[in-house]
């Protein structure tokens, strides 16, 4: 998706109006929409519910377009899921000016998400919250509550230069 110059001057105030925000700011207001999505959300879609300093949820339901050939969740999916969570579960824990991006991310599976699987719960939470590291654990259930897959991360806290 292209965007127009006007929207990239938006987008670009946008930007500046947020590095004096706290990321627990920044992702309230995503999860309350007033402030747009970023475009990935429009890859993959999922609800962002309302966080806490250092945990963040998200409901999705993985579309037909996500299986793959024995009609089971891609693996992709899964860990986009994943990683997406616990950045947003870090970024809840910085201070304006600073930013957490992925230093690396694992995935286990334990079952598979199926075509009927419906809608599924994914939870980030911040293990521990260094000067320069983030440890981050990160869950996918479904509404029975049932684990299908769960990993880890790291960010790094970068400082964002003016």
């Known amino acids: ?3 127009s110059p006007a929207e990239t001057r938006s987008a670009i105030a946008s930007i500046a109006d947020m590095a004096g925000w706290s990321g627990l700011e920044l992702v309230a207001r ?25 945990k963040v949820g998200l409901l999705a339901t993985p579309e ?8 089971t969740v891609h693996g992709g999916w899964i860990m986009t899921m994943l990683d997406t969570v616990m950045a947003l579960a870090a970024q809840t824990t910085l201070s304006p000016g600073e930013t957490c991006p992925s230093h690396e991310t694992t995935a286990k599976f334990v079952r598979p998400i199926f075509v ?9 939470r911040v293990v521990s919250r ?11 259930e479904d509404a029975q509550g049932r684990l299908h897959a769960h990993g880890t991360s790291t960010c790094l806290v970068v400082s964002r230069k003016p």
């Open 1 to 3: 998706m292209t965007m």
């Open 30 to 54: 995503l999860a309350e929409g007033s402030i747009p999505r970023p475009p990935m959300a429009e890859t993959l879609p999922f609800t962002l519910l309302p966080p806490e300093e250092g």
């Open 64 to 71: 037909p377009r996500f299986y793959n050939l024995t009609n």
């Open 116 to 124: 009927d699987s419906g809608e599924m719960r994914v939870i980030g």
């Open 130 to 140: 260094g000067r320069t590291v983030i440890t981050l654990e990160g869950r996918i």
